[in-house]
């Protein structure tokens, strides 16, 4: 099973809808966002691509401050939003989402610590903007990357449940 993988799409609509485009083309059977979409038009245009082919996820991030418009956008495409941290299964795989905790190196340091936990088969986060595709103890970490471009170069992921692989693609035309 595929899954896409975005986050931190800070509002950059065309970035969000080349997102769904790959996605769709790679034929994911779940979306996920790890949040910081910002407003609502940026889930709109994510879900009006994917909505219907894939099942979507998402967490919150701290820069999306219109929860209760983002809410409603997911439940019209019936889908919700989570609080992170918050755990998830899907093809039989237990998925830790969150976006982040204070600053990038905070950040990283506490999803290490949870991936070495053993919990989780993969612990998936943002807010760094710096993609990451890693094995740390015996969970995948992944960081899909600066999804709406705006500190480094964008990038989204797929995602193997089976394999649990991860890759890195580009945003960019």
């Known amino acids: 099973m595929l899954v896409g993988v975005i986050s931190d799409t800070h509002d950059n609509l065309a970035l969000a809808r080349r997102a769904g485009e790959i996605f769709a083309r790679e034929r994911v059977e779940a979306v996920i ?67 982040g905790f204070g600053s990038p190196e905070n950040t990283v340091e506490l999803v290490d610590a949870l ?6 088969d993969a612990v998936l986060y943002g807010h760094t903007h710096k993609a990451r595709v890693e094995r740390v103890g015996g969970s995948l970490v992944l960081n899909p ?26 945003l960019e035309g």
């Open 33 to 99: 966002h790890l949040g910081d979409y910002v407003a609502p038009f940026t889930l709109a245009e994510l879900l009006g691509v994917v909505g219907g082919k894939a099942v979507f996820y998402g967490v919150f991030g701290n820069n999306d401050g219109e929860r209760l418009g983002l809410s409603r956008v997911a439940g019209g495409f019936g889908a919700s939003l989570l609080d992170p941290p918050a755990t998830v299964s899907i093809g039989g795989r237990r998925l830790l989402l969150l976006h």
């Open 115 to 120: 991936a070495s936990s053993g919990r989780w």
């Open 145 to 170: 990357g600066d999804g709406g471009g705006s500190l480094e170069k964008p990038s989204a992921a797929i995602l193997d449940l089976e394999s649990m692989e991860a890759r890195l693609v580009s």
